[in-house]
């Protein structure tokens, strides 16, 4: 044959595979509202940037009519790429060819660009659109879910992870997704249960349809399983693609640094925190006043409110900042907030990224419900990620640091770098109200007015230690700062603690309480 | 359906406190965002928002109530 002939039998067989699941498939898929697979990878990735692997691998299974069966692709697509100029590798399983279901090949396809991606040290972006695993390859199929959950993990905290819920992601495939750093999920479109309503329909006798057992917003708002929520694909690949400016390649490098750039004038520091300690106020506008640009990259945004976290830029270099939010639940700690501030904190001492803590809050929230929840297990999870974390730690304290939430957000005690507070800042063992019922118990109860004389008590007892200045005889603040130099300090902690080498003791791996 | 969270319109106390503020009363057109009942409790006066556009269909505290934890303050439409 010559080589003429030779190439237009690639072309032609490309063409072949490129067809995907076909018109009819397509013309569905379009139908759900669902970009397809191969639409969506070249509308997340740099143009032109994306080369295919494995166009040309076919299934072996012979039972249950699959002999003879053609499945372009075997339902997924792989390659590589660049977001920004940054080296991605990246799955897409396709909904058109089978129902985007998991069989063997399907599988070797996906752990084979997994394995690409960890040894190349680049990000991995899986985007998830699946029926689940096919039936008719069996056992097949459980084998390629497990050899993707091993990898998962074994990439975890080395390079970073992102999953992509475009359609249905049911049963067992919900848990690559669970395992990797970051979740995107899409309104009406994504689907994430391990027992869908039929099941539980059956099961329980209990109805409910997809979008209120695992829709976009129940994740990104109810079980926190969701990092990122978007309004149409297109929204989400912009907000993946921001993730990717804020986030090294791998842990052995820092993240892109970018030109510095002040904070916008109309987030003015002096004005945003009120000076009654019970008036609420946004926290992120703190972050906005701080951060380069006034950029602020907010992760679950919708999920454990009481506490906000994300990425911003300090001096053009990435930070990950975590703040107590006194607008909602007066920003208390509780069960949700922990995990959520915790993984964070991982993520970030991972992958070199610098940790901002702005503190504000009244302590834990009390109640039955939380005690019997586990916020005992679920709280020690911030001790032990701001413990463990060995990148610079710089802390804020701006008003209120009670209890055990002043030792939890990133204190003195648990080896921050740098704490700095403002003077309006309250550092104490509990509230002035009931310290001094307490403390002077005795003397209120014996006194002919009560009433009177706690509310003597309670202003003496503020007076005295709701303020910065006890913390700051012993050295467990740095520096009581006015507002105004609060970013010069942050930008110089930064400064003087990039050299940073925290000893550690050497161990296989900590215990935490997960 | 009490299963779903989502769009709650009932708007409860997290925490027990004290009523210091009633803005809306019922019949009353809110948006999302708006102030509806401020709740002093855990050494802060709550704002309770309204999760979404719609009308005041209860109110059931006035200032100065002590709410139990879960009391249902605002019922929206």
């Known amino acids: ?514 | 359906m009490a299963l779903n969270r989502l769009d709650n319109k009932q708007l409860t106390a997290f925490i027990p406190g004290t009523i210091i503020d009633v803005k809306v009363k019922v019949g009353q057109q809110v948006k999302q965002g708006e102030i509806l009942v401020i709740l002093d409790a855990m050494k802060m006066h709550n704002r309770i928002l309204s999760p979404i556009n719609t009308t005041v269909k209860e109110v059931n505290v006035k200032t100065g109530d002590r709410v139990a934890k879960g009391f249902v303050m605002v019922v929206l439409d």
């Open chain 1, 1 to 514: 044959m010559p080589l003429k002939s030779k190439i237009e039998e690639l072309q032609k067989r490309k063409e072949e595979v490129l067809q995907g699941g076909g018109e009819q498939a397509i013309a569905k898929q379009a139908a759900m509202g669902k970009l397809t697979a191969r639409e969506r990878v070249i509308a997340l990735l740099d143009e032109d940037s994306f080369h295919e692997y494995d166009l040309f691998v076919e299934h072996e299974a012979r039972d249950f009519g699959m002999d003879g069966k053609i499945l372009h692709g075997d339902g997924v697509i792989i390659g590589t790429g660049t977001i920004y100029s940054a080296p991605v590798a990246i799955f897409a399983q396709d909904f058109t060819v089978a129902g985007g279901s998991l069989g063997l090949m399907h599988a070797r396809k996906i752990t084979k660009i997994m394995d690409y991606a960890l040894r190349m040290r680049i990000p991995l972006i899986g985007i998830n659109d699946s029926g689940g695993a096919r039936i008719q390859e069996g056992v097949n199929s459980l084998a390629g879910y497990g050899e993707i959950f091993w990898r998962n993990t074994l990439s975890s905290g080395i390079i970073p992870q992102i999953s992509v819920i475009l359609g249905p992601c049911a049963g067992g495939a919900v848990y690559s997704p669970a395992l990797t750093d970051y979740v995107f999920v899409v309104d009406k479109i994504s689907k994430m249960f391990i027992t869908g309503p039929e099941v539980i329909k059956s099961v329980l006798g209990e109805e409910i349809s997809q979008d209120d057992l695992g829709g976009a917003r129940v994740h990104a708002e109810i079980t926190g399983n969701a990092h990122f929520y978007a309004e149409s694909e297109i929204e989400c690949f912009e907000q993946i693609k921001k993730l990717i400016t804020f986030i090294p390649w791998n842990n052995s490098r820092k993240a892109r640094r970018f030109e510095p750039k002040e904070p916008k004038p109309e987030y003015n520091i002096e004005k945003i925190v009120p000076n009654d300690p019970k008036q609420p106020y946004d926290v992120r506008d703190v972050i906005k006043a701080l951060a380069d640009d006034s950029d602020f990259f907010e992760i679950h945004e919708k999920w454990a409110a009481n506490i906000v976290i994300g990425f911003g830029r300090l001096n053009g270099e990435t930070v990950g900042f975590v703040a107590n939010q006194p607008l909602v639940m007066a920003g208390v700690l509780d069960v949700d907030s922990s995990d959520k501030a915790a993984r964070f904190i991982r993520y970030c001492d991972a992958f070199n990224i610098p940790l901002c803590t702005l503190v504000d809050l009244p302590g834990y929230l009390p109640g039955i419900d939380q005690e019997h929840a586990g916020v005992i297990r679920h709280g020690a999870k911030i001790l032990y990620a701001y413990s463990e974390a060995s990148v610079p730690k710089l802390t804020v304290i701006l008003r209120k640091a009670y209890g055990g939430g002043y030792i939890a957000m990133s204190s003195r005690h648990l080896r921050a770098d740098f704490v700095f507070a403002w003077p309006g800042a309250e550092i104490a063992v509990m509230g002035p109200e009931g310290a001094a019922n307490i403390i002077f118990r005795k003397e209120i109860m014996e006194a002919k007015d009560p009433d009177k004389i706690r509310l003597q008590k309670v202003e003496e007892y503020k007076e005295k230690f709701a303020n910065p200045y006890v913390a700051a005889a012993r050295g467990y603040i740095d520096s009581v700062i006015e507002p105004k130099e609060t970013r010069k300090l942050l930008l110089h902690g930064l400064e003087v603690s990039s050299t940073k080498i925290a000893d550690r003791p050497t161990k296989k791996h900590g215990i935490p309480p997960f």
